[in-house]
Structures are given as structure tokens and as C-alpha cells.
């Protein structure tokens, strides 16, 4: 019997979209905007932090494209709050729902809350008592 094939299988031969080989940002889109540089940047450091493009599925590619859309959103926000030296509060509304659903994606690829040792060694203890 004839081993079934997984998706991947003998699909190298296809060609495959500018989109998923990464030469373009959005069909039809102009890659060389700052939004484009910044979402570009901001997903091949989360892809790095993740271990690299070959230890991510495309699915954590997709929520990692995600990340990098709400977080470049919520920077304009920053941006036109601190421009206006306020956040007015439809505006504040929609910032909280988006940083809520970019820290929800960030808890799906990983996102750890890491605690910060602040023992002090034993010497520098011995030291300050004496």
C-alpha cells in the first residue's frame, strides 16, 4: 500500500506566493514604508526569540504576522498620544482592547513572565553584615 503523502510533501516544485517567500510585504503593497520596515522588523525579532524561522510552524508564523500588526498599531498610537499630550478616551478604549489581544497572541507563541533572582551572593551579604 502506497504511503500517504503529508502536505509538504512534493510541494517543492510548486511555486509559492512573493508573500510566503517573504520578497513582498502584502500584494500590492509598498514594502518600503516605515509601517512595512518597522512590521518586518518586528516579526523577524520575534521569529529570531522563537528559535528561528525553521523552528516555527506556519501557524506561529501567522499569530507572530499578527503580533507585529498590533504591535506597529499600537506604537502610531503611542506616537499620536504623546503628539497630542493626551489619549482621548475612544482612542484609549481601542488601545487597551488591542494591547489585550497582542499580550493573548504573545501568551500563544510564549510569552513567560520571568522573575528576577535579586539574592545577593553570599560574599556581598557576609560583607555588608560585617
Not at 523552528?55 to 499620536?80: H, P
Request: charged share 30%.
Amino acid at each position: 500500500m502506497p504511503k500517504p503523502k503529508s502536505d509538504n510533501e512534493g510541494r517543492s516544485h510548486l511555486p509559492q506566493s512573493r508573500i510566503t517567500t517573504g520578497s513582498t510585504f502584502l500584494e500590492g503593497i509598498d514594502g518600503r514604508s516605515s509601517y512595512a520596515r518597522r512590521w518586518r522588523d518586528l516579526t523577524a525579532l520575534h521569529i529570531a526569540d522563537l528559535g528561528g524561522a525553521d523552528q516555527c510552524s506556519t501557524a506561529v508564523k501567522s499569530i507572530v504576522r499578527r503580533i507585529a500588526t498590533l504591535s506597529v498599531q499600537l506604537e502610531a498610537y503611542d506616537a499620536r498620544f504623546a503628539e497630542a499630550g493626551i489619549a482621548e478616551p475612544g482612542g484609549l478604549d481601542l488601545y487597551s482592547r488591542i494591547s489585550n489581544t497582542l499580550r493573548r497572541h504573545l501568551e500563544t507563541i510564549g510569552l513567560k513572565r520571568v522573575a528576577k533572582d535579586i539574592t545577593p551572593h553570599l560574599a556581598d551579604y557576609l560583607e555588608e553584615k560585617a
